[in-house]
């Protein structure tokens, strides 16, 4: 669970963004409101990657812990943005061993068959060796949501994530994303401007004003 605690977040010590909220496992709390209204800076806070001008004050807690002291590294926190932000040059399977945790896999088969499961789970099985240039824009995008998923995380947030993919594309992309969040039991926060996004996140929506 996320539990977000009178969280205020602070540019330049002036008040920009106030909320409080709870996200339980498997849920999805979507963000809207107008642009400059914080909702990237909130992620960023919950994700521990605050720069000055901005601060936070409240608690953000994962499964009860509070977790702002906690360094950006050790948050077990993924992030998905509207770039995939894959390495462009290395193989999708490369790019999905990258992120998973270092201890995870006793060994080399067990890794390769946990990243197959990944990729079976998208419908993108036998890709594992084709570099990421190579992949259509669809492709990138479920590369980019497993490579989240491979690295264990205990909250997701995902800022626009599907606002770069065509109509059509979009709804797949972000039916596959909700369904593979709920099916791991992972509490996630989704910024958007889309008010389908909200829809299809089934879940409670903040509105920033
Ligand atoms: N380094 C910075 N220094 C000062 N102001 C900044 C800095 N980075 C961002 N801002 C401003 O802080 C405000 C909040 O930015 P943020 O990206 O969180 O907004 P947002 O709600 O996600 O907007 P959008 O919907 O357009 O993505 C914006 O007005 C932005 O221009």
Known sequence: MLSLENIVIYRDDKPLLQLSAEVAKGEVLTVMGPSGAGKSTLLQAIAGQLQAPFSVTGQIKINHVVINEIDAHLRKVGIMFQDALLFEHMTVGENIAFAMPDKAYKNKQL?????????????????????????????????????????????????????????????????WTFSQLKARNIPAVLVTHDKDDALAAGGNVIEIL
């Open 111 to 175: 890794k390769h068959d946990a990243i197959n499961a990944l990729l079976v789970a998208v419908e993108l099985d036998g890709i594992a060796d084709r570099t990421v240039n190579t992949l259509s824009g669809g492709q990138q995008a479920r590369v980019s949501l497993i490579r989240t998923l491979a690295s264990e995380p205990d909250v997701v947030l995902l800022d626009e994530p599907f606002s770069k993919l065509d109509v059509a594309l979009r709804s797949q992309i972000r039916s």
